[in-house]
């Protein structure tokens, strides 16, 4: 019996040891398969994708400065940029092309001359029709909008490869009802996609504490405080709403404000730890590895290209996060929670809504939590195209018991394009609303990226007719040839980029602000 005793301990360290050598194996094998896909299909790098600023924050670094350090330092990083890309033009890209990774001629030319068509039509160009759209691209650095006499103070923050433009309708909006409204940029955005390859998540948290202290000490006696996010900026703001149940040192915010937020993600996103291990190995070619995807860079306030790096900061921000809300619900301090009220697309190919759901709004049990939810177009002649599982997740909503409130924005009683909103109460209570509003005949569904923006957004807007000086907007381009025909994606062209409801978001969160000017502040 000793005798077997003895051997279970060498026995399980056998089994432990060949268990981490075929995940090693496994994890190699990930790695050099995704470095041989990068190598060999994703078009050249740019000095885009490879040189840095100096001037960014780093939590490391900056950590001591306040907002108004961080907004100075935010000056010299655009001043840094606009030397870099401004030496572009007027210099070319050739010789640092060359240097990256000589490319063969071929029926388009060489790697020089294609690097150079793509910064004269890029977002890098400060005198190309891109900045005239965005009258020079002031939104991609943190703003605020004040006001004379301002009613609350909130702060919001954008997503990820995103620029503060993406919360400029929402913070028009909360402006409009009298509030202050700062919008951070993020470090490692608005500038280079290079720099979301050395961005930290860290540095993402220290960020939004930071302006949230300067937010939170301009709000006066018995202001509210608001913090709101768009995609990863919400995951930020929920995690620092967490985290001020139980650190004094951070402003509680009265209310959170989220716009198809990051929650959860699929599984493979934890790949983004391993796949680019290659990467150390100090061989320009290989650099290709450290970028899911590299794109022509034409959006003003977007970047195109993804760098690994960005899903292994936002898998790490999402899995903190689930873990803060799992032992805020252990202590009880989930009860404390700011009302949290959230709008968020049935289909959402980016973040998923099950997450929102399943790991937030499942753990929240007071009325005053509210999810807004927009469901696809019900519209029987669509019935053909639309996946089936689109559907599931609202009928799971309007069956199951909850402890918050839930509004359906949908067709599906009307049977035709018009729009309502029906309010579910916890106890059981439906008030449907009326709205002016109709899907448009060949929009399907909404979707992550078209939320926060109206449908006029001069940039993003697909009425006809939206746009500047000329210049239709992105959102509005509807392109169509063969796959190869074009630089951009078919796909990415027809993705909705805005909102047709979006009033019904504007009007929302004004409401808000005027319901907590008519109580007193707890």
């Known amino acids: 019996m000793s005798g077997l005793a003895a051997g279970l301990p060498r026995k399980l360290l056998n089994g432990a040891l060949r268990a981490a050598v075929l995940l090693l194996i496994l994890a190699l094998t990930l790695a050099l398969g995704f470095t041989l896909f990068a190598v060999s299909a994703l078009p050249p790098l740019q000095p885009w994708h490879t040189e840095l600023l100096r001037n960014e924050f780093s939590a490391a670094k900056h950590g001591q400065l306040d907002f108004a350090g961080y907004r100075q330092l935010e000056e010299q990083l655009f001043a840094e940029l606009h030397s870099k890309t401004d030496g572009w033009m007027r210099d070319g890209i050739d010789p640092l092309c060359l240097r990256m990774e000589a490319a063969p001629a071929g029926e388009d030319g060489d790697c020089a001359s294609q690097a150079n068509e793509s910064l004269r039509n890029s977002r890098f160009n400060r005198k190309g029709w891109l900045h005239r759209l965005v009258d020079g691209a002031p939104f991609n650095r943190s703003f605020r909008l004040e006001q004379p006499q301002p009613v609350a103070q909130a702060l919001l923050v954008h997503?990820?490869?995103?620029?503060?433009?993406?919360?400029?309708?929402?913070?028009?909006?909360?402006?409009?009802?009298?509030?202050?409204?700062?919008?951070?940029?993020?470090?490692?955005?608005?500038?280079?996609?290079s720099m979301m390859s050395t961005m930290k998540a860290a540095d993402w948290t220290a960020a939004v504490r930071l302006a949230a202290r300067d937010v939170a000490s301009r709000a006066?006696?018995?202001?509210?405080?608001?913090?709101?996010?768009?995609?990863?900026?919400?995951?930020?703001?929920l995690q620092y709403a967490l985290d001020a149940l139980h650190d004094a040192s951070l402003r509680r915010p009265d209310r959170v404000l989220m716009v198809s937020p990051a929650i959860e993600l699929t599984p493979v996103a934890a790949l983004a730890e391993i796949?680019?291990?290659?990467?150390?190995?100090?061989?320009?070619?290989?650099?290709?590895?450290?970028?899911?995807?590299?794109?022509?860079?034409?959006?003003?306030?977007?970047?195109?290209?993804?760098?690994?790096?960005?899903?292994?900061?936002?898998?790490?921000?999402?899995r903190?996060?689930?873990?803060?809300?799992?032992a805020a619900?252990?202590?009880?301090?989930?009860?404390?929670?700011?009302?949290?009220?959230?709008?968020?697309?049935?289909?959402d190919s980016t973040v998923g809504s099950t997450g929102l759901v399943d790991q937030v709004y499942a753990r929240l049990q007071d009325p005053a939590h509210r999810l807004v939810m927009f469901d696809l177009n019900r519209q029987p002649e669509l019935g053909g195209v639309a996946r089936p599982a689109a559907h599931q997740l609202i009928d799971r909503l309007e069956r199951s018991t909850r402890g918050y409130t839930l509004d359906i924005v949908s067709n599906l009683r009307a049977q035709g394009p018009r729009i309502e909103v029906r309010r579910l109460a916890p106890d059981g209570g439906v008030q449907p609303r009326a709205t002016p509003f109709d899907w448009p005949a060949n929009l399907v569904s909404l979707g992550h990226v078209a939320l926060p923006f109206p449908a006029?957004?001069?940039?993003?807007?697909?009425?006809?007719?939206?746009?500047?000086?000329?210049?239709?907007?992105?959102?509005?381009?509807?392109?169509r040839g063969e796959n190869g025909a074009i630089t951009i994606a078919l796909g990415s062209l027809t993705r909705l980029r805005s909102n047709p409801f979006w009033p019904l978001i504007a009007e929302d969160a004004a409401g808000l602000v005027a319901q907590d000017l008519a109580e007193p502040r707890r």
């Open 159 to 193: 997503g990820l490869t995103d620029s503060p433009y993406s919360m400029h309708a929402m913070a028009r909006a909360l402006h409009a009802r009298g509030v202050d409204v700062t919008v951070l940029r993020l470090p490692g955005h608005g500038t280079l996609p």
């Open 220 to 237: 006066g006696p018995g202001q509210r405080f608001y913090v709101g996010g768009y995609s990863s900026g919400g995951t930020l703001v």
């Open 275 to 318: 796949i680019d291990i290659f990467t150390v190995v100090p061989v320009p070619v290989l650099d290709k590895a450290r970028w899911q995807a590299i794109a022509p860079e034409f959006d003003p306030y977007k970047f195109n290209s993804f760098p690994v790096n960005a899903s292994r900061q936002i898998n790490r921000a999402t």
């Open 320 to 326: 903190a996060l689930q873990r803060s809300l799992e």
């Open 329 to 347: 619900q252990r202590s009880g301090q989930l009860a404390q929670l700011a009302p949290v009220v959230s709008w968020q697309s049935v289909v």
């Open 456 to 479: 006029d957004d001069p940039v993003y807007g697909f009425l006809p007719g939206s746009g500047r000086d000329g210049i239709p907007s992105i959102g509005s381009w509807l392109l």
